[in-house]
């Protein structure tokens, strides 16, 4: 079966303080891909990284990154001097590839929601 | 463009009746995707339309849903005999597939329904 687990429910920082959003998947296939999307208060979901199962290289965008272990199945998320418009809910996810290559029929886990206090 | 449009924001109505929820998504996109949000957890997968055709529903598209995307542009969700248990998010999103598959999925700010 597939599934993503956000054990963090919470977290609470104080600006310019770094934090990792963890995120940990299971599933049976081999090629697979991961997501990271943002969900601020006004509801739409804005799409952060899409990482495919083969490339397990680590990525920086600014200032974030993210950190793929197949060994650990885990996908962690980092930001670094954190703000206070990071501040939202982010959820991890998984898709699986189907014959028509990568879709966005996305497992979500249930969230991490980050309040950066000034 | 704009990006995903989805209306109306915001759906009350009362138990038994039939709403109806829109979705207008990039207009380049080919793949139109649903999903429902309830408060606290992640979107699920509702369905998902390549141009005019549904090519998969979850199983948590119950019989009193429904979905059509007539011409490949638009999308319309609908559900019947409407009960508490189906107040949620609903959110809609747009990709590009192609010959490996789809890009990024962009989201609209999704339909907000209550049931009372």
């Known amino acids: 079966a597939q599934k993503v687990t956000q054990a963090q429910t919470e977290i609470s920082v104080v600006e310019k303080e770094d934090v990792t959003l963890d995120c940990v998947y299971e599933?049976?296939?081999?090629?697979?891909?991961l997501f990271w999307y943002k969900q601020p208060p006004s509801g739409e979901l804005v799409f952060l990284i899409r990482r495919n199962s083969f490339d397990e290289q680590n990525e920086i965008s600014g200032r974030y990154s993210w950190n793929f272990q197949k060994s650990t199945s885990s996908f962690n998320f980092t930001i670094t001097a954190s703000q206070v418009v990071d501040s939202a809910v982010y959820f991890c996810?998984?898709?699986?590839?189907?014959?028509?290559?990568?879709?966005?029929?996305?497992?979500f886990g249930t969230g991490t929601l980050l309040a950066v206090q000034p | 463009d704009t990006g995903v449009s989805q209306n109306p924001r915001h759906k009350i109505t009362k138990r038994g009746q039939n709403v109806t929820f829109r979705c207008d998504p990039i207009?380049?996109?080919?793949?139109l995707y649903w999903y429902r949000q309830t408060l606290g957890q992640g979107p699920e997968f509702l369905t998902y339309f390549q141009n005019e055709a549904q090519l998969e529903k979850s199983r948590l598209l119950s019989d009193r849903f429904s979905a059509e995307r007539p011409k490949g542009s638009f999308s319309t969700l609908e559900i019947q005999r409407t009960e508490q248990g189906d107040s949620a998010m609903y959110l809609c999103?747009?990709?590009?597939?192609?010959?490996?598959?789809?890009?990024?999925?962009?989201f609209g700010q999704g339909t907000r329904l209550t049931v009372v």
């Open positions: 207009s380049e996109h080919n793949r």
């Open positions: 599933t049976r296939d081999t090629t697979y891909y």
């Open positions: 996810a998984l898709s699986e590839r189907n014959y028509g290559g990568a879709t966005n029929k996305l497992i």
């Open positions: 999103a747009s990709s590009l597939a192609g010959t490996v598959g789809d890009t990024e999925a962009f």
